[in-house]
């Protein structure tokens, strides 16, 4: 009887296995045949250019409860613990240029703001069409007027959505004031707790983007568990990539621009896990017998490449 159980539970392991290789292997093959590592690499560009605006708002919203130069600094203090210090060094003078240059009321000023508007609005369509293309769909282009009207909206509401990552990032700080009640183990406490805080914004940022952004209909089942996913590995991988970041010593190679080519790698990596996150996703729909359609006024990118292909025969 006991032999039974236990050549039941091998086979049941192996199984298991068997399922976690064949999902595994089906995400790597999606993420390679959809060339995410190049979307990752222009939304790291359109990211970079962006920062600038959505760190002054998220220094804004923070600075209602904090006051602007507190929010600045603490914002500055929690970026530099996920980021190695090149790249952190990069954000503190990102952070202090805006926020300085935003105190005078000048034109230049608001033509500069102005443009680095644009470039969060253009990241984040950027993005948009990344998980469009990750998922398989795109816009159909005599779509509806009311579709146009979603996708701004989406665009929108991914900006908020950062603007209120890195305003929350600013708040996390202020669980340093528990450190000294929890003496003895109050920094590993402390460090757990800022740990679990950070997977929750990244999974409730990404949790955002994978059911708003896409034109896709995805249940939030399969949502929830690729935002989980891919926090995880942001949160988790964050110590490799400082660990490269740090010891390849960008400052000595690069010169001034060191702290810009940190920040763009950690911005790449970032990217490279969220559509591998969102590959996954796609994945573990599948493998669960769940398709994801094409919401209403978008339609899957094979069967328009299969139209075209009708129409160049036909020519």
């Known amino acids: 009887m006991i032999q039974l159980a236990h050549l039941i539970y091998t086979q049941s392991e192996m199984k298991s296995l068997r399922r976690i290789r064949r999902l595994a292997a089906r995400t790597v093959q999606e993420f390679v045949q959809n060339r995410c ?31 602007r130069q507190a929010a600045a600094g603490r914002l500055q203090t929690q970026l530099a613990k996920l980021l190695d210090a090149s790249a952190a060094s990069a954000i503190q003078t990102i952070i202090a240029g805006t926020v300085n240059g935003a105190r005078s009321n000048t034109l230049a000023n608001l033509t500069a703001f102005g443009g680095l508007a644009y470039s969060a609005l253009a990241a ?37 959505a950062a603007i209120l990552l890195f305003a929350s990032l600013a708040a996390v700080p202020a669980l ?4 000294y009640e929890l003496s003895g183990i109050g920094n590993y406490v402390l460090y757990s707790i800022e740990t679990v805080v950070s997977w929750l914004i990244f999974m409730l940022l990404l949790a955002i983007m994978m059911k708003v952004l896409p034109d896709a209909e995805i249940e939030w089942r399969d949502v929830w568990l690729g935002a989980a996913f891919t926090s995880a590995l942001i949160v988790l991988g964050r110590f490799l990539i400082n660990t490269y970041l740090t010891h390849a010593n960008f400052s000595s190679a690069y010169g001034a621009v060191g702290s810009i080519a940190a920040l763009l790698i950690w911005i790449y990596y970032c990217g490279v896990i969220l559509l591998l996150g969102v590959e996954f996703t796609r994945v573990w729909a599948s493998e669960h017998g769940r398709q994801i359609q094409p919401e209403k006024g978008a339609v899957r990118i094979a069967i328009i490449e299969r139209v075209a292909g009708r129409h160049d025969s036909g020519r």
Do not use: H, T
């Open 37 to 67: 590592s190049v979307m990752a690499a222009a939304l790291a560009y359109y990211a970079l250019f962006a920062m600038p605006a959505l760190l002054l708002a998220a220094v804004y919203v923070a600075g209602v409860l904090y006051g």
């Open 124 to 160: 984040a369509y950027e993005l948009q069409q990344s998980l469009n293309r990750a998922w398989d769909v795109r816009v159909d282009e005599s779509g509806s007027r009311s579709f146009v009207v979603k996708r701004v909206c989406s665009v929108f509401l991914i900006i908020a």
């Open 176 to 179: 340093s004031a528990f450190k």
